[in-house]
């Protein structure tokens, strides 16, 4: 099955990057958010993200021009009902991603692929509650899209091989690479990454380093091109905890608990550089 349109909903951090790479590598994207304002925010940053591919040499104008041409906008969910694959990156809440399978749903052409940018919430349990199992999985862009490399494909129990590889092939076409992870609790990337950012923040709490000393440890002792605490900023506290509470709840075993302090700064408003306070203070 060829893919040529690309529905994405949610114009946040993940979903305009998302779009960035899908218009570059040549599909038709139509980006929706309720918001109309993050729309216009999320076309203002890709214009600048391409500006800058195009002073580095990195694309052409013309390419970008095209990319920019390929991109539509609408704060319509069901707009995105005539599109071949779905791309869901709303905020990391099962609630939220259900609503919008729900609306989407009546709207969709029978092949339509169904897939969502969570970073830890069970695929096999979204795509129960949907009418096509088969044709739903996990595509897991990594932050900034537009520099990763990497997209983890996840199935869920019932995905079948056709939608799997129509998949790899999209992520082929973006020139990124594709890794297949099974559907447990936060995949491959975060079931890593974010005990090592929890273990970071603890070694903060219980006081053996400080924010600069544990950040510069790690860029200059592991080679890591962020300190795990400037990775938290980067990525928002209030995810790396939705993450570690999955992998808590999900593995059932203490080593994933979440550092109270990781808890305590979330509870206090500070996730990171989106509220401009975090371990460091970007105001
Ligand atoms: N959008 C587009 N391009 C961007 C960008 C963005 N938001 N941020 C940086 N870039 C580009 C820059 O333009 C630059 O391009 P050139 O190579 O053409 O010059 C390149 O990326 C490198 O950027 P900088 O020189 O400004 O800065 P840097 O060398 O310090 O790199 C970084 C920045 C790529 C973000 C690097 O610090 C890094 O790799 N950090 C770790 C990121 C990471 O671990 N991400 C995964 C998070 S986990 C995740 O996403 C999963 C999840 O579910 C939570």
């Known amino acids: 099955m ?6 994405i909903v949610g114009a946040g951090q993940m979903g305009n990057g998302i779009a960035h790479v899908m218009a570059l590598a040549g599909y038709d994207v139509i980006l929706n958010d309720i918001n109309r304002e993050a729309l216009d925010n999320a076309m203002e ?3 600048a993200n391409m500006d800058r591919q195009v002073s580095r040499e990195k694309i052409t104008a013309e390419a970008q021009q095209k990319a920019l041409a390929r991109i539509t906008t609408t704060t319509t969910l069901t707009d995105l009902g005539k599109a071949d694959l779905i791309i869901e990156a709303a905020t990391e ?3 939220v991603k259900q609503a919008i399978f729900d609306e989407l749903m009546p709207h969709l052409q029978p092949h339509t692929i169904l897939t969502s940018n969570t970073s830890s919430i069970s695929i ?8 096509r199992p088969e044709k739903f999985m996990g595509f897991h862009f990594m932050n900034p899209v537009p520099v990763m490399q990497l997209v983890e494909l996840i199935r869920g129990i019932a995905t079948d091989e056709e939608t799997f590889s129509a998949c790899k092939d999209v992520v082929d076409r973006l020139e990124k690479t594709a890794a297949s992870a099974e559907d447990f609790p936060a995949f491959i990337v975060n079931r890593i990454l974010m005990p090592m950012i929890n273990e970071a923040v603890y070694t903060l709490y219980e006081g053996v380093g400080s924010v600069k000393s544990i950040d510069s440890s790690m860029k200059l002792g592991a080679n890591h091109p962020m300190g795990p605490l400037e990775l938290a900023d980067f990525i928002g506290l209030d995810t790396c905890l939705a993450i570690m509470n999955v992998l808590h709840d999900g593995l059932a075993d203490t080593k994933y608990r979440p550092c109270p302090l990781l808890t305590k700064y979330v509870e206090a408003g500070w996730l990171g550089r989106k509220t401009n306070r975090g371990f460091y203070d970007y105001r």
């Not at 096999?124 to 009418?131: E, I, N, P």
């Open 124 to 131: 096999t349990r979204l795509a129960s509650r949907t009418d």
């Open 2 to 7: 060829e893919i040529k349109s690309i529905g």
């Open 45 to 47: 940053l890709m214009t």
């Open 93 to 95: 809440r099962e609630t």
